[in-house]
């Protein structure tokens, strides 16, 4: 074990509360990320990355966020990167004992670069995860940091090609680290994620693709049923793209038509 | 923004992976913590404050943690200290890129000490928060670290005596920061907590001390309306010990059966 120690316990002599200087972020998960890849000096699809940020920042009541200020910090940290992932994570500094917060709370920006992962060279096989995602309609559609029900999803991942759908009860959301498509009757279906899971950055330029080249998508309620009966499916992120879904579970699926997809709208991670 | 950068690419020359030395409590809420009082420099109750660790670094797969270590440390920090709360935290420590974690990563463990906060000195005003709490069977009953509903939940109390409570649909759990017990034509009810909630430990003392005195205590699924139409409710948590309620929304209520619950099993917090 690794401790770390702090006595924040008022200054009896001055009546004066010692600065909480711990995050919130760790105390409470009270904070929102994204994780992108940076090509050529540049991070991908930035303009998406920040109004997620943005909508994050408004949604979670974090008033002072700036994201130009934070964007023009890191434009100048990457302009010599060919190419990485980053994980950009925003969070509140601890001013009072407590879950609630004042609002005026410093904003605590963590960015991390990693090694650029490779995309997955087989195909996705799916299975529906034993962890049950957290149904939560205020927090649904957010990148925050409360990702324990992801953590243990993934955690059930045994095989490098493998993903697991999350879900509520029979209502399939996502995947541990990706969002869904499946296609049925030659409509393209996705969940709708008003209860749960993360609304997607490779998910939301799908859908804008699809529609701009008049492919039929709907957000839908889909069921663990339909999941298992579809004619094609794929999973999305960031960091992966478009992967192609061969096996839901002990059923092989043809990765015709979602590979067809794929070239078609000619999608970059 | 306060920023922090943190560079984990590849090593390329020799191909090895930079340690990558965040904590996964911050990055993901992947810990579990609990908050007790320090008397005569003794944790009140801590073989159940030990018990929840415990049982919390079970669940949750903390496979190293080692509660006599953690104890041992801090009944040496504190052995001084005539009053204050304290706020233990278990983490991870990261050791991959991802939600997955391998269970070997380092624990961290974070100690954090507070004035004592007094005991309210007005009863407590409930109002049913707008903020729902998170729905997850898996986690439900864990101090899990993911406490973004909570948060939002006690960002909605105005008042220094008030408390909100936070639900599912029509189903009451708890407050944002307590567990509630209601009275209803003579029985004590208390919510079940398997879809979200915390295991309060004064909720475990006062359900065994009303056990003990053959008080009727039930554990139930609590409608609103249950709550508007009861005859007494308390909230409890350790740092505030029993609160008797004297308001849910627009109506009072009598303390007369919840003070007079509280001078009879004399529970101190």
């Known amino acids: 074990l690794n401790f770390q120690f702090f006595d924040f316990r008022t200054d009896t002599q001055n009546n004066n509360q010692t600065n909480i200087d711990l995050d919130r972020g760790y105390l409470f998960g009270d904070g929102f990320f994204t994780t992108a890849i940076i090509q050529d000096g540049k991070i991908n699809h930035q303009p998406l990355h920040q109004q997620r940020l943005n909508d994050s920042s408004i949604k979670l009541k974090f008033s002072g966020f700036k994201p130009e200020q934070l964007f023009e910090y890191i434009d100048d940290k990457i302009k010599t990167i060919s190419n990485a992932c980053v994980r950009i994570t925003v969070s509140r500094a601890q001013q009072m004992r407590g879950y609630a917060f004042s609002g005026n709370e410093k904003i605590n920006v963590c960015i991390q670069l990693f090694s650029l992962i490779e995309q997955?060279?087989?195909?996705?096989?799916?299975?529906?995860?034993?962890?049950?995602?957290?149904?939560?309609?205020?927090?649904?559609?957010?990148?925050?940091?409360?990702?324990?029900?992801?953590?243990?999803?993934?955690?059930?991942?045994?095989?490098?090609?493998?993903?697991?759908?999350?879900?509520?009860?029979?209502?399939?959301?996502?995947?541990?680290?990706?969002?869904?498509?499946?296609?049925?009757?030659?409509?393209?279906?996705?969940?709708?994620?008003?209860?749960?899971?993360?609304?997607?950055?490779?998910?939301?330029?799908?859908?804008?693709?699809?529609?701009?080249?008049?492919?039929?998508?709907?957000?839908?309620?889909?069921?663990?049923?339909?999941?298992?009966?579809?004619?094609?499916?794929?999973?999305?992120?960031?960091?992966?793209?478009?992967?192609?879904?061969?096996?839901?579970?002990?059923?092989?699926?043809?990765?015709?038509?979602s590979e067809n997809l794929k070239y078609q709208l000619n999608i970059k991670r």
Chains 1, 2 share one sequence.
């Open 120 to 257: 997955p060279k087989s195909f996705c096989e799916l299975f529906f995860a034993d962890t049950p995602i957290s149904n939560n309609p205020f927090l649904a559609g957010i990148k925050h940091l409360n990702r324990l029900d992801n953590v243990f999803a993934a955690k059930e991942i045994k095989k490098i090609n493998q993903e697991s759908l999350m879900c509520i009860d029979d209502l399939v959301i996502c995947g541990s680290r990706t969002n869904l498509f499946i296609k049925q009757g030659g409509v393209w279906l996705t969940p709708k994620l008003d209860k749960a899971g993360i609304n997607g950055i490779t998910r939301l330029r799908l859908i804008k693709l699809m529609r701009e080249q008049d492919i039929n998508i709907r957000l839908r309620d889909i069921s663990k049923q339909q999941v298992i009966d579809c004619d094609a499916a794929l999973v999305t992120n960031s960091l992966l793209g478009i992967w192609s879904v061969c096996r839901i579970g002990d059923k092989p699926l043809a990765t015709k038509l």
